[in-house]
């Protein structure tokens, strides 16, 4: 049964740091690619940031150079750095794994970002 639990967020002013943890379980993070997502009140949900089995990272425009994915293949969890925060950061993040078509997510964690 794969699981993802998020944690790590908070409220925090702008230009301060949060790290987010997605714990997962049931499946291995270094054979599937990972992806954050975001979604803010009255949005849609977006692909914040991904890293793959091979390492390879991507990132949305608006937080390149502020945001930066890791993982931890030893405790299976995948992290999301987040530096110089805005308050157009703020929403629930979700920790994401697509296996087989079929989608996975956690139970997300709220970031809000004061002004």
């Known amino acids: 049964q794969v699981q993802l639990v998020e944690s790590g967020g908070g409220l925090v002013q702008a230009g301060g740091s949060l790290r987010l943890s997605c714990a997962v379980t049931g499946v291995y993070i270094s054979v599937n690619a990972v992806n954050w997502y975001r979604q803010a009140p009255g949005n849609q949900r977006e692909l914040v940031a991904t890293?793959?089995?091979?390492?390879?990272?991507n990132y949305i425009d608006s937080v390149k150079g502020r945001f930066a994915i890791s993982r931890d293949h030893v405790k299976n969890t995948v992290y999301l750095q987040m530096n110089s925060l805005k308050p157009e950061d703020t929403g629930v993040y979700y920790c994401?794994?697509?296996?087989?078509?079929?989608?996975?997510w956690g139970q997300g964690t709220q970031v809000t970002v004061s002004s």
């Open positions: 890293i793959t089995p091979y390492g390879d990272i």
């Open positions: 994401h794994i697509m296996i087989s078509r079929r989608h996975f």
